[in-house]
């Protein structure tokens, strides 16, 4: 299986800061990469997919990047409602696999 | 608009079976394959199966080859996941989710306990 490496595991962030988590892929999965946002108790929500196509209805200041094995998810201007987990997966085989999730505290 | 019911909590003893649905609506099942994943509590995100349209079939994760079954009924537009031979380890949240990522169900709390 194709193993998911995110950093960092935690992440501490003010309102409006620009915030960078990163997804390592073990080995390329070329761009077959999708981005999500999990609050407690709420299914994960899809921001990103095939690295970095914006999903509809997502705001903007969401943007994804990378190709092969190397991926990073970037918050423009952090807002209160982004506070959550975010986590990385691939879909480039059928056995999917997913990030272990970097959690974004209010500093 | 694209929408996952899923059936509600259970509650299993250990070597017990348990058979979680999500009825689709917006689309037909026909369409648009299956796959579910699986969260236990505060950990993260794992994938147990989904319909290769490609070559026709259904995918499990290796880790729960035969032990999880997975089936569509297209005439109801509803998706299964069956899970045999519960083990404490299996109390999670499960969901199914569409191949295309982006509609989910709302999840099943399913809790293994003697």
């Known amino acids: 299986d194709i193993q998911m490496t995110q950093s960092p595991s935690t992440l501490s962030a003010s309102v409006g800061d620009r915030v960078t988590i990163t997804c390592r892929a073990s080995q390329s999965i070329s761009s077959w990469l999708a981005w999500y946002q999990q609050k407690p108790g709420k299914a994960p929500k899809l921001l990103i997919y095939k690295a970095s196509s914006l999903e509809s209805g997502v705001p903007s200041r969401f943007s994804g990047s990378g190709s092969g094995t190397d991926f990073t998810l970037t918050i423009s201007s952090l807002q209160p409602d982004d506070f959550a987990t975010y986590y990385c997966q691939q879909y480039n085989s059928y056995s999917w696999t997913f990030g272990q999730g970097t959690k974004v505290e209010i500093k | ?114």
Request: net charge negative.
């Open chain 2, 1 to 114: 608009q694209v929408q996952l019911v899923q059936s509600g909590a259970e509650l299993k003893k250990p070597g017990a079976s348990v058979k979680v649905s999500c009825s689709v609506s917006g689309y037909r099942l026909i369409e648009l394959p299956m796959h579910w994943v699986r969260q236990a509590p505060g950990t993260g995100l794992e994938w147990m199966g989904g319909f290769d349209a490609e070559k026709g079939e259904t995918i499990y994760a290796q880790k729960f080859q035969g032990r999880v079954t997975l089936t569509e009924d297209t005439s109801t537009d509803t998706a299964h996941m069956e899970l045999s031979s519960l083990r404490s380890e299996d109390t999670a949240m499960y969901y199914c989710v569409t191949e295309n990522l982006n509609a989910w169900g709302q999840g099943t709390l399913v809790t293994v306990s003697s």
